[in-house]
Every structure is written in structure tokens, then in C-alpha cells.
């Protein structure tokens, strides 16, 4: 799953992305606010870290507009700001959620798993499916009960696919959600990741849609 980090604090965002990156995430980073608003309403992010202090343009701004353009994505505004009316009328800007500075990372991180998780219409962190037990939160997966070891692009696109399934998951969309912005992309390695995954659980576990993409059934 794929988040954008927004903070203008380069030592900060650069923390956020590490550890996101350890929790299964892959993270990119934007220090501006006019460039926010551009990568918000252009690029496919799973979840999006908003700072409202930002050079540029105001984070609050930029949520407005995203909203405004139908995106969609789950925002976390990460703030200093904490009176009770900022908090209003940053949820009331179209916020999922609202952090103040200073915090504890794991529930930065925690709050990042459940807008995922709720935004893909999943209730619990745990996703199971034909024998495949995948925990998002502990980045953990079993097959019939026993642990299986993914690297962290199987474990991506597993469990981009178990959050979505019945859904048609096409190639680019895939690579749009496993790789962050900056990463050399290969559409072919999709392919070995998904054999792989197959290898590791069982071969009719996802099903390759000719012309269209992957999808597991329920």
C-alpha cells in the first residue's frame, strides 16, 4: 500500500517513511504544498499524512481542493495545531482523522493501517481467504496455519489483492500501490511476484484474468 508523506519537517518525514516502510507501506515524500496538491490529485495513494503548516500553499488549502476534485484517499492531518476549533475544521475540510504533534509513532502507524483498512471496506486487520491468513497491522501471513515468508513486494500485492477481493486488479494498478514514486518499475516482476506468492500458498488462490489483470475470489 502506498502513502504520501506532506511535511515540510525533512528529519520528520523522513521517520514517518521508515517506519511505514517496517509496517509494510511504501512511502513518498513531499515537503510543499503546491506540490502536494498536485501528487494528491494525480498519483494512486492508499492513504495520505497531511501537515497544515506548509511552504507553498496551506495543507488545509490543499485538502479542500483535493476534495473539491472528488480525490477521495483517506487524509491523516499531522498537526502542531491543536485547538478544538482547528480540529473541527480540518475534519470538516474532508480529514479522516487528526494527529497532533507531539505523538507516539505506533499509533501514527496504526491510525495509517486502519484508514487503509476501512477505505478497502475491511473491518478487522486480519483478512482470511482459501486457506490464507494475512494480518496487515503485524505484516504476518500463514497457509493452512503454518507462517510463510513473503518479501515485502509479495506481501504488498497479497495483500493488495485480499483487501480487494472479487475485484479485477489490472497490472499498473498493482505497481501504482507496491512502488513508491521514484522506484524503477518493472511490469514484469508482477508476474514473478504473483508465481511466487502461488508457490507459497496455493496455486488457484489467485486467478489471472487474460487481458485484464488478477483477482482472488471469495
Known sequence: MRILIVEDE???AGQLAEQLRQAG???DLCHDGSDAAFLGATEPYDAIILDLGLPGRDGLSVLKEWRS???DCPVLILTARNQLHE????LNAGADDYLTKPFQMAELVARVHALVRRAAGNASPVLELKGVRLDLSASQVWYEGTPIKLTAHEF?????LMQHR???VSRSELIDHIYAQDFDRDSNTVEVFI???RKKTHADLIETVR??????NE
Open 10 to 12: 525533512q528529519t520528520l
Open 25 to 27: 507501506f511504501v512511502a
Open 69 to 71: 476534485q472528488g480525490v
Open 87 to 90: 480540529k473541527i475544521e480540518g
Open 156 to 160: 504488498r500485492v497479497l495483500a493488495y
Open 166 to 168: 472479487g475485484k479485477v
Open 195 to 197: 508465481g511466487r506468492i
Open 211 to 216: 487481458g485484464l489483470g488478477y483477482r482472488i
